[in-house]
């Protein structure tokens, strides 16, 4: 297979900035791209000049050209925005980047995303305009207008299709405030959650309680993407891109609820792409980072890469089959969007690839495919795998 | 009698005509939806072409009002100023099954802690805001008896 982007792209830097709760971050948002990119290039050893791309999603308020200019960047050659999608962009973001490397339009491409939702616009809240019109007039009266609402309709037909009860929803919850109290960087580290906190927690909208719910917060993630055969002269143990794509399903987008294919996490088209470019099935997948823009969307999201079957969900989704480092599938090992920090999922393909480092605060052992799914319920969505050496 | 209370963002016709029908027919209790005159087939939300035969020739016609709950949720945690002393309510997917099997998003009027049962028929219900500025109506949905 020639036109592919597996194992053609290393990634050779991670960089975050710290993690703060909404409205908590002393720096601007612009400002707190430019720490995560250089966090980035210190991790990979290069001067911040040298990066000539930068791809991010979700309408990403930090301009290349204008990260460039303040970065004294020698040579821009890339400057990509994923559309659409909010988190379902973060592996779409990835996969864009490697395109551009394994097709030689860039060398050293930066995956980023800034978010500062204190500073700007908050996703869980509803608009404040006094008239709606468009795709919005046929939900926004009704009172559906936040991601939570967008979502739960989904997640409750699919729950009521295959007979799941609130305790799968709960385990993932679980599992991720669980590997959050190993992960000091996480924004609820040192604020565990047990069974009774969860089922005596508020309900946001059914069936979501609010530690179903991902959080809000202020920060900023990037990622150094170069191609794999400059993967070794880099400092950090190499990894590389076997698999990275988005996608979505027919009329996916179609408004006021109209796909028809309605209770699904949107991964059921791109889901056999993703393991045809890897060459690699769900079985081979050691550990899963899962967007967790709601825990509903994570069980879907699981089904549809292949983990579990529709009807097993019941079985499947315990909190010891979610942790590490021994669960059938270990899933968000860094806390997540739900308990480390919402930094609209690229936190998640940091921590795919620091498990494959062996750097994880919750590390399973010798990891040698590490598995993202981002964005579940949107559209597009995508997915990463990254892959050791030895799956080269 | 209006389902939520009031202050959310007011429903009004898209500027570019793709929709101003649908809202003048249920302020007269008329409930359309978009076919396509060419090949027959039911879509929502609007479109400027049939997304079955690419025609451009779809208009707004009026539907049987009857339908069968898709899908439903429970909202509870309010995230407009307006619904702040709201408290919960119900949330309905409302699917024609002679129409395509078209959706349709509104509210479940009644109990909003009422059990709701998937696949259950309703009928509209025309909340009319003639109050508004600009006036509106709103379409929600009652269980069909």
Known sequence: MSRTIRGKVAVVGLGETQYYKRGQSPDAEFKLALKAIIAACKDAGISPKKVD??????????DPSRLA?????????FANMQWGGGGGGGSGAIANA????????????????????????????GPRSNTTTGAGAYTVPYGLMSPAQSFAMKVNRFMHDYGVKQEALRAISLASYHHAQNNPRAVMHGRPLDEAKYDESRWIVEPFHLFDCCLENDGAAAMLLVPAERAKD????????????SGSHYRAGASAHNTPDYATSTFKTTVPRLYAMANLGPRDVQVAQVYENFTGGVLMSIVEHGFCEPDGCNEFFTKENLIAPNGKLPTNTSGGNLAECYMHGLGLNIEAVRQLRGESTNQVNDVDVSLVASGPMVTPVSSSIFGSEATL | MSYLNPGLPIPVASPDGLDAPYWEAAARDVLMLQVCE???YYQWGPEWVCHQCH???????????RGRIYSYERVWHPVHPALNEQGPYLIVLVEFPNYNNARMVGNLVGDPEQE???????EPVFEHHLDGDPPYTLVQWQIAE
Do not use: W
């Not at chain 1, 791309?53 to 930090?62: E, L, Q």
């Not at chain 1, 500073?119 to 869980?124: A, D, E, K, S």
């Open chain 1, 234 to 245: 880099f400092p950090h143990k190499p990894t590389y891109i076997l698999s990275a794509l």
């Open chain 1, 69 to 77: 200019a303040a970065l004294g960047c020698d040579d821009l050659r």
């Open chain 1, 53 to 62: 791309g930068f791809a991010s999603f979700s309408n990403d308020r930090s």
């Open chain 2, 55 to 65: 025609s451009e020739n779809v208009l707004f016609k009026e539907i049987e009002p």
């Open chain 2, 38 to 40: 060419d090949c027959g």
């Open chain 1, 98 to 125: 490697a395109a551009a490397i394994a097709t030689g339009m860039a060398e050293c491409v930066i995956v980023f995303r800034a978010l500062a939702q204190g500073q700007f616009g908050r996703f869980g809240q």
């Open chain 2, 116 to 122: 709701v049962v998937i696949g259950s028929s309703v």
